[in-house]
């Protein structure tokens, strides 16, 4: 791909990022237009708007892959996992927007967006264990009952659309579950 | 109406509970059929499938908070609260299907299943405040937060498609966060 075809592409899916996440309904030619590229430019690119929803959905869940990735890394294990969760579950309106649009377009997410949200559970799984191995998360929560959680907190505030004061007390209640007894 | 009007109406909902809470994308003749009447009669009770699914989500919500308002009476008000919770979560499949339905049929849910859905929550409110009187829900759990958890675990055990052993041992962690300090 040559440098301005890519410039092009990176700038619709910034576009798309921003306007499907705030509206699954939006059109492609909103896309366009706040990409500031003609439409025939976003349909080389994408043909159909489910593919570029799903390269949409794909790119959010490989950032928070990367991010939790990153995190793996820290000194301090009971921050990176805390803090990893609390940002998933506040983007999650956006992303959830996404993916509903994707729904609504008639498709289940494909196998890019399939593969970035295996990784993803294998990041999280990493972030778990190594705060249980240093004793801020009890060691008996699995991260089948964990994910689920994390999961479900997300889907929650989202279809509540939750108040970022609720949502952090209801995340303070999840995390009290999650430590070890005293 | 006369009574074998009610008895159709009756034995329609029964079978659009069933088969709409399976498969939301289901159609009135599925009902129709399961229902032993014939398409006209579900159109004469409702006449469109949005009628139909309005008023099968809002009977499940009634029944709910039905429950909720019986044990609210009991002297045990820490098993009434969890167990209720429980219920919740295990039945939120079929439920989000009727919803999901409903969605997907162009309709947000409607005066009826608003109402109920309020109904829903002050009644868990309700078991919420005597639980916490009891000691054995944290008295700084306040409603807004504990009913986002709900709603959350209910979401999260449907999205994903929970096995029922995953789906208690998340509810164990959302409980353990729940319980006073010790």
Redesign the interface.
Known sequence: MRADARDNRARIMTAADEVFGQSPSASTDDVAKLAGVGIATVFRHFPTKTDLLEAVLTLRLERLRDRAIELADSNFPGEAFFGFFTQVVSESASKLAIAEALTAAGSAAGADAKKAGGGLRDAFDTLLKRAQEDGVVRRD??L??????????????T??G??PE??D??L???????RP??
């Open positions: 929560a699995g089948a009952a964990v994910y689920a959680l994390l999961i479900g907190a997300s889907r929650g505030a279809a509540v939750l108040e609720v949502r007390r209801m303070g209640l999840i995390f009290d579950g999650l007894r005293p």
